[in-house]
């Protein structure tokens, strides 16, 4: 598709360089013919004037007749010999404009050819993680009702269980969606001023619950620092980097949220104590679905390999960045670096 929409537009480039190169050359061409014919009714004019004066003009001997000097074949090998010049120019145009027009066609859809293979392998890692426990759950729902001696409280767990897939699967639709929403690449976040403690404080409250279910405490002491971001995408970047320090970590263990601000940029870190990742694995957690081998976190930790990738584009959707460093076993740390200010076009 991306190969025939490229010779498409590099016909087009050519068509309206080919117009424009034919048109001026058409143009030249009849200059060109107009200044032959005052030079031949010039030369006309002369050799008349001098036959008039009794003069034999180019010549001494007076044996060429005057019809001789002037030679009409001349004139029109002349003009023939520059419509061959004019013709070969063209051919060239035609041949260097084919060649950029297609290298030029190439870079235009790049970017388009790049969004809809990215939009393709969304759709196909997106359905092959949700086919897999549809596929479980379907299987499992089958088996038991064609067993006969199904029970009540056999069937009653078996509802349970399969509410509680119900509820995974939903959550990994809803963050399909979002990283969906933050994917699309017209996408422009409506940013205002805020105040960074009350976003950060507004995260730790969203993960309080999951923090004090492992008895986790969250030391977050945000300096008075103005931000301008889009406030619900900035909660969740937050509340995501919060949720994923909370899992990976043993209870009783402590997180901490930390910021900075410097030459125009804030820091905002998110450290824990827990399982870390290992070196192989840190530059991939950003990637789609990449879950690290971790085994304890990938057998016991709820997850989809989802997460830093919305994390990361909220981050580039800010104009900024985000980074983890970690050691195994000993805990990671997850700085985000964003701007002050936004540029206008990101402004509400
Ligand atoms: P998940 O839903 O699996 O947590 P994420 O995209 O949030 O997906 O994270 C990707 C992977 O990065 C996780 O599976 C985990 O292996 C690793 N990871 C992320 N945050 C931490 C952390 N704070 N400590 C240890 N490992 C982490």
């Known amino acids: 598709m991306f190969h025939s929409a490229r010779l498409k537009l590099t016909a087009w480039y050519l068509l309206i360089i080919m117009v424009v190169s034919l048109s001026f050359s058409t143009v030249i061409y009849r200059m060109f013919s107009i200044e032959v014919d005052r030079f031949a009714r010039i030369q006309r004019l002369r050799i008349q004037r001098g036959i008039t004066n009794g003069l034999t003009p180019f010549t001494d001997d007076n044996t060429i007749p005057p019809r001789a000097v002037f030679d009409d074949a ?9 419509i061959l010049f004019l013709a070969s120019i063209n051919i060239g145009v035609l041949v260097i404009a084919g060649g950029l027009g297609y290298f030029l066609a190439g870079r235009t859809l790049k970017p388009i050819s790049d969004m809809v293979d990215e939009q393709h392998r969304f759709i196909s890692d997106a359905s092959h993680e949700l086919r897999t426990p549809l596929t479980a759950l379907k299987s499992t729902l089958e088996v038991n009702l064609r067993d006969p001696k199904l029970t ?9 269980d399969s509410i509680s897939d119900v509820d995974k699967l939903q959550s990994l ?33 969203n993960v309080a619950g999951l923090a004090k279910q492992k008895h986790i405490a969250i030391d977050h002491k945000t300096p008075a620092t103005s931000i301008e971001a889009n406030e619900h995408s900035l909660t969740d970047l937050l509340t995501i ?14 997180i901490s949220v930390s910021a900075k601000q410097s030459d125009g940029t804030v820091l905002i870190a998110v450290r824990d104590h827990g399982i870390g990742i290992p070196e192989k694995d840190l530059p991939h957690i950003f990637d789609r679905f990449y879950r690290a081998d971790t ?5 016991t930790v709820d997850g989809y390999g989802l997460g830093l990738s919305i994390a990361k584009r909220i981050a580039e959707l800010h104009a900024g960045s985000i980074t983890a460093t970690s050691e195994p076993k000993k805990g990671s740390t997850f700085t985000i670096k964003l701007p002050v200010k936004q540029s206008r076009q990101t402004l509400s």
């Open 173 to 205: 639709s809803d963050a399909l969606l979002e990283l969906a929403q933050y994917q699309t690449p017209t996408n422009v976040l409506q940013c205002t001023t805020l105040q960074l403690s009350a976003v950060v404080d507004r995260a730790v409250r």
């Open 295 to 299: 085994a304890r976190s990938k057998q």
């Open 241 to 254: 980097l919060l949720d994923n320090a909370i899992k990976y970590s043993p209870a009783h263990s402590d």
């Open 74 to 82: 001349l004139i029109s090998e002349e003009e023939q010999r520059f």
């Open 152 to 160: 009540i409280a056999t069937a009653k767990t078996l509802m349970k």
